[in-house]
């Protein structure tokens, strides 16, 4: 079977990798969808970021749907034939963050696609896939590129809870890539009274607005925009951060009222934070990595309907389209979520 490998920075192949059985408690899936991730064009434009680099070849991806294949033994409440959307979330459920319920902190986590761990975990993004039945969570209703869209949904579901409640709450979401519309999204369904987004491009900003956000700010065009929102300490009572980039954070923090909530979703590197403002006006920063039981929230979510993340996928191109499907990905002008049809 085929499969996506990332060699290095700008360098991504399609080759041949040995297809596998599934075990007891597996399933084997043919993939249907995936979509491509923000830690994706990392790998692909850069190598990495931050301290993560490529070390070996790495098969990308961890954000897919399938239909199942084959049920390995003692495998029950699936059926050959069905969408399934699959959580990359592999933790080892033994070490002391598994047992204390925080497994997105496990110490052995086999995520999809990541370049963290040597060897690398390897990715999704390959025509047929073995996996844990506990991973694949029916999205039956769902079309495949809604289904492959519960990853990043479930990353977002996981900054709205580690926020804290969001009834009647005045919100900034600074980025307004695919895990920033989710962000507007989220904290809509939560409750939030106000949403704010602010961004450099005009096209994912008419999104951010389609999708329910009350006010847009193009910060190219309006650089001082926020300011208003900083009379008096500040106006907002949290911030989903993106972008991964400083000045935003920077500009968020002056917009926020004291004791405001911080959510760093955005990993663009170490910055400098302001930590005098921080300090003066008791604000809490609190990080958001990943997620875990959100992934099957999510999907229940989107199948009840009351979350429609199909104005998110602006291109859905063939595996033998994958260079072009990358550079679609990369370019924020135009695209905001792209998947590659494995099927």
Known sequence: MKAIIAHAARDIRLEDVPEEDPGPGEVKLRLAAGGICGSDLHYYNHGGFGTVRLKQPMILGHEVSAIVENLGAGVSGLEIGQLVAVSPSRPCRECRYCQEGLYNQCLN???????????????AFRQSLV???????AADGLSVGEAAMAEPLAVTLHATRRAGSLLGKRVLVTGCGPIGI??????????????????LSAFTLSLAKAVGADRVINSTEEPDALAAYSADKGTFDVIYECSGAATALAGGIGALRPRGIIIQLGLGGD??????????KELELRGSFRFHEEFAIGVDL??????????LITHTMGLDRMVSAFETASDR???MKVQIAFS
């Open 109 to 123: 986590m086999r995520f999809y696609g990541s370049a963290m761990p040597f060897p690398h975990i390897q990715g």
């Open 131 to 137: 996996a844990d039945a506990i991973q694949c969570i």
């Open 182 to 199: 989710l962000s507007i999204l989220c904290a809509r369904r939560a409750g939030a009274a106000e949403i704010v987004a602010v961004d």
């Open 271 to 280: 910055m400098n934070l302001p930590m005098m403002a921080i300090t003066a």
């Open 302 to 311: 989107m199948r009840k309907g009351l979350i429609d993340v199909k104005p």
């Open 333 to 335: 002008t135009r695209s």
